[in-house]
Nanobody, 125 residues
Framework: QVQLVESGGGLVQAGESLRLSCAVS????????MAWFRQTPGQGPEREFV??????????HYSDSVKGRFTISYDNAKNTLYLQMNSLKPEDTAVYYC????????????????WGQGTQVTVSS
């Protein structure tokens, strides 16, 4: 059974940085995409794609809103997914979720098989 546990969220001021972690257990090669999504209360039911990485090979994908500010990475030795978030903006405020699966489109949340419980990130202006 795949389990994902996020940590690292918190309250920061605009311009500061945070690093989110997602501890992964039970992961298999059949779920080879690791990703971060986020959701705010007024956004609607669909979670917003943030970034994704291929478990082997390391290809990465980013949303336009975070490209150049956020970096996704995966440490195979620690079985941990990371999201380094720099130059944070108030509009980055959200609950951040990690997910894994083998989606045909990495930006489509419904195609992911497993999700963490989420971690809150709040950016004050």
């Amino acid at each position: 059974q795949v389990q994902l546990v996020e940590s690292g969220g918190g309250l920061v001021q605009a311009g500061e940085s945070l690093r989110l972690s997602c501890a992964v257990s039970g992961h298999t090669a059949s779920d080879y995409i690791m990703a971060w999504f986020r959701q705010t209360p007024g956004q609607g039911p669909e979670r917003e794609f943030v970034a994704a990485i291929v478990w082997f090979g390391g290809d990465t994908h980013y949303s336009d809103s975070v490209k150049g500010r956020f970096t996704i990475s995966y440490d195979n030795a620690k079985n941990t997914l990371y999201l380094q978030m720099n130059s944070l903006k108030p509009e980055d405020t959200a609950v951040y979720y990690c997910a894994t699966g083998s989606p045909p489109n990495v930006r489509f949340p419904r195609a992911y098989n497993y999700w963490g419980q989420g971690t809150q990130v709040t950016v004050s202006s």
